[in-house]
């Protein structure tokens, strides 16, 4: 199961107490305290693996190593290490405490969730000519503590929409070394398959029916992965009785949802083009024509089609490049 939303407690470690000593060597009196250590600090890392949040589905509060305490002999506490998180590309950071966000948009990037509390002075940092003996020491100070919400809205740069079972899944397998879960029943795919093409990341999003943005079915709840993708596939089955009322169905959620999403650019791919007759097939193009839209029949059992559909990504991918 994909986990794309995650409530947490960061908490950074606290700053290590400094140290009250004295020298006992002959002729070398003197405070010989030394300063804790800083707590350590949290990190979160982006990374492509689109389930690394489900490191999170029954820890809900994590805690960087706290500084050690400082010791005699002028020997200070050590620091404690960094506590870096790995979580997908594409994650927002909701720092729901401080009303913040940021957004992990690439692999490696890395962004401080909680800093870690500095480390107290140890009592030789208090010496002076008028108080060569000090008993002054500090405490180390706690770290920073946030409530976050992590949410998962995937990078791609083609998003397959449209109802479910309409043979999203099936292209995705076709044109990538995915192994997307294919049958031939609603909602075979419960979560997001993602694929490389030469390049560009295809993103199958769960079938959506009349009444997802509402929660209905699926629910809105994969919704939010289409935001991010730069270009929408929208499937319709040629053995549907009405393909434009399907596509009409399917554009009222993604307004609903989010009114952005309109604007995306849009091909339309009438799937499962070998289980009509080329009249039939005809007939349902003609049907859509008024939408002004580029529409591709396809069927995976028939080489050309795939190619016409490898040359639409192929000048997506000369577009994402230049």
């Keep these: 199961m994909l986990i794309d939303d995650v409530k947490l407690k960061i908490t950074a470690g606290k700053g290590g107490t400094g140290a009250v000593n004295f020298n006992k060597n002959m002729m070398m009196l003197g405070p010989t305290g030394g300063s804790g250590g800083d707590g350590g600090s949290v990190f979160v890392e982006g990374i492509s693996d689109l389930g690394a949040l489900g490191q999170f589905r029954f820890k809900k509060e994590i805690r960087a190593d706290d500084g050690k305490d400082g010791r005699g002999q002028f020997r200070d506490g050590s620091d404690g290490p960094e506590l ?3 979580v997908p590309v594409g994650t927002v950071l909701h720092n729901l405490t401080k009303n913040e966000t940021h957004e992990i948009t690439s692999v490696g990037q890395k962004v401080l969730l909680a800093k870690g509390g500095n480390g107290g002075k140890g009592n030789f940092l208090f010496r002076s000519a008028r108080n060569t003996s000090p008993e002054q020491f500090q405490e180390g100070l706690p770290g920073e503590s946030f ?3 992590l949410e998962l809205k995937m990078i ?3 998003g397959f929409v449209g109802l479910p079972n309409v043979g999203k899944s099936s292209l995705l397998n076709e044109l990538t070394n995915a192994s997307a879960k294919v049958a031939n029943y609603r909602f075979t795919t419960l979560e997001p398959n993602l694929g490389v093409h030469y390049g ?3 993103a199958d999003i769960p079938g959506l029916i009349e009444g997802a943005s509402e929660g209905k079915g699926l629910g809105h709840k994969f919704l939010k992965h289409i935001e991010r993708t730069k270009v929408l596939f929208h499937f319709l089955a040629a053995d549907s009785e009405n393909p434009l009322e399907d596509y009409e169905t399917i554009r009222a959620e993604l307004g609903a949802h989010n009114s952005e999403l309109l604007g995306k650019p849009e091909h339309i791919l009438i799937s499962r083009a070998d289980t009509v007759s080329p009249e039939e097939l005809k007939k349902k193009i003609k049907s859509l024509k008024k ?3 580029e529409i591709t029949p396809i069927s995976i059992l028939d080489d050309e089609s795939l190619k016409q ?13 230049a």
Excluded at 309 to 321: F, G, M, P, R, S
């Design 84 to 86: 870096v998180l790995q």
């Design 147 to 149: 409530d976050f919400r």
């Design 156 to 158: 791609a740069d083609v």
């Design 200 to 202: 560009l990341i295809l």
């Design 291 to 293: 939408l002004k839209k």
């Design 309 to 321: 559909v490898k040359k639409i990504l192929n000048k997506i991918a000369d577009e994402k490049t």
